[in-house]
């Protein structure tokens, strides 16, 4: 395991018992959870958006901590993605060169046209709030990733084709590795709220796989 992610979980050690604790009263799960809204942050995202378009030079801050996946709107996505072409081509940007380029590559339709583009590069009056909204984007986007791992893990669940050990090898693999993705980009941030929030969840999920892998091994042995 690698040293920084040992230190997360010493330091989450505490808040994830007591919000184990606070579960062990509340409902059961049930399949309204899977029927809601994806966690996100639309309004963040244009933040970002429209940060970069005000001030380029943070592109290079926001890139450590924003993949363009990490959006929910999938214009969001596109529009990010150009984004850091130009930056990465060395081209200037600003909400002109970015209409033309996004015409020439036929995504202009994509991502709703001039009038979302328009929205996007109004959104924010400053740029000072850039790397606020991208961890914003960034926290929802790895509650997104949780969500969509705990569904491919209920499945495997109910696949009885599938060992118990193996499903759980294949469950803590799936959460290690948003851990993993995760931890780099938010370390540096890791004192504010949501971010922290964000991390241990993902800690905690790998607690409790890793507790009952360790379980079902030593009844192996026992049996």
Known sequence: MKPIVHGLRTRCMIQTSKSHGERQGGRPLSSEILDRLPPQNLEAEKGVLGSLLLDPNLCDDVALILRPEDFYASANQILYGHLLA?????VRIDATLLHERLRTKGDLESIGGVAYLLDVAQSVPVAANAVYYANIVRDKGTLRSLIHASTEILRDAYDQS??????????????????EDNVPQQVSNFGTGEAQMTVCMVIEFSNLFQQYYTESWYQTLQA
């Open 86 to 90: 130009m930056h990465n081509d060395g």
């Open 162 to 179: 599938i060992e118990a050990r193996e499903m759980l090898s294949r469950a803590e693999e799936k959460v290690f590795r948003i851990l």
